[in-house]
C-alpha cells in the first residue's frame, strides 16, 4: 500500500543550535516542509534580533538543496514588550509567540511567572498583529499533581484568557487530556487550536515503567492514562480542523536521559510520520491523515499549503539503535524497533 500526500509541516519543533541542530535538522527536513521552531534555548530567544539570528544557524545547518522552511518563534517572558511584537512581526520570519510557565519544562526558568498581571498588553499587541500564543499548558504549582497539571492549567489560565481576549489565538501545544479535547472542541473553530505529539498518541504512562524505568519515553507533559490516549486518538482522527501534526521532538544527548535526573523530552523527528500513519491507519482513517499532517496547520496560521508532496508505503523498516555526533549519541523514539510505514520522497 502507498499514500501521496501533500508534504507534511512540523507545528511544534526543538532543534537545539551548535553541533547537536547540525545532527537533527535534516532528520526534519528530509519529512517536513516547514516547521514552528522552539525558542527555549540558553539563552531563550527573547529578541527579533535573536530569532533572526537562530534562523540563520538552522539555515546553515540544512543539507544542499533543501527547501525546509524554519518558522520562528519568540519566547514570553514577564518583561517582554509590545514593540518587540511589532517588531517580530515586521520581521517577516516570526510567526508566534511561546508561552512557558516558568519551570514547566526544559529551559523554562526564564518563563511567565504571572500572563494576567504582567503580560496583557503584550497580548494585546498580538491580537493587533494577529500573532499566535502557543501555550505549553501546565500549571508549575507543586501542590498540583503532575498529572492533573494540564486540567488545571485550562481551568484557571486558559479558559480564563480565551475569555478575555476571545480574538488571541491560541495553540494548546502537545495535548495530553481528555479534558484538553473537551475544552478545545467547546472554542471557536479558527481561534483556538492544538497540536499532538506522536507519542502521546501510542504511549500511555504505563510505558515509562514497563520493564523497568523508561527514560527515553520520558517527556512533558508526561504521558497519561489510557482513557486519555484514546480521547486525543479519537479526536484527531475524527476529521476536526482544530487539531494539526506537532511532533514535540526534543533531542537530549544519551547521557542526559540516562543519568540519576534525566532530561523531558523524546527524540520523534526521524519516526513522526511512520508513527501517525499507523494512528490514522488502526483507527480506519487513513482518507483523514492529510489533513491533519499537511492542511490544518497551515489554513490555522494563515498560510499556504505546500506544494510538493511526500510518499508512505506500508512497508516494514528498523528505527535505528541511536544516532551519533560530536558530543555523544540521540536515541530516537522507538529505537531498534520495526515500523511498518516508511516515508520518502515522491
Known amino acids: 500500500m502507498e499514500l501521496s500526500i501533500t508534504r507534511p509541516d512540523d507545528w511544534h519543533l526543538h532543534l537545539r543550535d551548535g553541533n547537536l541542530l547540525e545532527m537533527v535538522v535534516p532528520h526534519s527536513a528530509q519529512h517536513f516542509g516547514r516547521a514552528i521552531v522552539m525558542p527555549n534555548l540558553k ?88 500573532m499566535p500564543l502557543l501555550v505549553h499548558g501546565e500549571v508549575t504549582n507543586p501542590e498540583v ?106 533531542p537530549h544527548e544519551r547521557q542526559k536521559k540516562e543519568c540519576s535526573c534525566g532530561c523531558a523530552g523524546i527524540y520523534n523527528a526521524p519516526v513522526a510520520l511512520s508513527i501517525y500513519a499507523k494512528v490514522f491507519e488502526e483507527a480506519g482513517a487513513l482518507d483523514k491523515l492529510e489533513a491533519f499532517t499537511s492542511f490544518n496547520g497551515p489554513d490555522f496560521y494563515g498560510l499556504p499549503r505546500n506544494t510538493s508532496k511526500i510518499k508512505l508505503r506500508k512497508t516494514p523498516w528498523r528505527v535505528p539503535e541511536s544516532f551519533s555526533y560530536a558530543a555523544g549519541h540521540i536515541v530516537p523514539m522507538f529505537a531498534g524497533e520495526m515500523l511498518d510505514w516508511l516515508p520518502s520522497d515522491v
Do not use: W
Not at 201 to 208: A, D, G, K
Open 43 to 130: 539563552p531563550p530567544i527573547t529578541t527579533t534580533a535573536a530569532a533572526v539570528a537562530y534562523r540563520e544557524s538552522i539555515l546553515k545547518g540544512l543539507p544542499a538543496n533543501s527547501d525546509f522552511t524554519p518558522l520562528m518563534t519568540l519566547y514570553l517572558t514577564d518583561s517582554t514588550s509590545p514593540t518587540e511584537i511589532k517588531l517580530a512581526r515586521e520581521s517577516g520570519v516570526i510567526y508566534a509567540v511561546k508561552l512557558y510557565p516558568a519551570g514547566a519544562t526544559t529551559n523554562s526558568q526564564d518563563g511567565v511567572t504571572d500572563l494576567f498581571g504582567k503580560c496583557l498588553p503584550v497580548l494585546e499587541e498580538m491580537i493587533k498583529h494577529n
Open 145 to 250: 499533581d503532575i498529572f492533573d497539571r494540564e486540567k488545571v492549567f485550562i481551568e484557571t489560565v486558559l479558559r480564563p484568557l480565551v475569555q478575555k481576549y476571545p480574538q488571541l489565538k491560541v495553540v494548546m501545544e502537545h495535548i495530553t487530556t481528555m479534558d484538553a479535547v473537551k475544552f478545545i472542541e467547546s472554542c471557536t473553530e479558527g481561534s483556538i487550536a492544538a497540536t499532538v505529539t506522536p507519542q502521546h498518541l501510542v504511549l500511555n504512562r504505563n510505558s515509562l515503567f514497563q520493564g523497568g524505568l523508561q527514560p527515553h519515553n520520558y517527556c512533558l507533559p508526561v504521558l497519561k492514562r489510557e482513557i486519555h490516549r484514546q480521547a486525543i486518538v479519537s479526536a484527531v482522527t475524527s476529521g476536526s480542523k482544530q487539531y494539526f501534526l506537532g511532533t514535540d521532538s526534543a
